[in-house]
Nanobody, 117 residues
């Protein structure tokens, strides 16, 4: 059974950095593209990051965002600097056997991030 489990959400102060983790089981992250998405209240879910370790392909929606794959721990970490209240959302990780914009095979349950001003 494939599972993606996000962690690291919670309350963050505006101007600080956010770090989230996505621990995968049942698949190897170096065989998939791993995406990060978020959904703010009243808005559609949007992709903010997609990374594919085996060929180094990356996409970030914002210059404040980066992602790091820890192959040994089968975990992908998301970093976001200089957060603002507009970054408040539920953050999800996802795995694609192709690329994030082509198809998503698995979703995590999501983790809430709230940015206070």
């Amino acid at each position: 059974e494939v599972q993606l489990v996000e962690s690291g959400g919670g309350l963050v102060q505006a101007g600080e950095s956010l770090r989230l983790s996505c621990k995968a089981s049942g698949l190897s992250i170096d065989h998939y593209a791993i995406g990060w998405y978020r959904q703010a209240p009243g808005k559609e879910r949007e992709e903010i990051s997609c990374t594919r370790t085996y060929d180094g392909k990356t996409h970030y929606a914002d210059f404040r965002i980066g992602a790091f794959s820890d192959i040994g721990k089968n975990t992908v970490h998301l970093h976001m600097n200089l957060v603002t209240p507009e970054d408040t959302a539920v953050y999800y990780c996802a795995a694609s056997s192709a690329w994030c914009t082509e198809r998503i095979d698995y979703w995590g349950q999501g983790t809430q991030v709230t940015v206070s001003s």
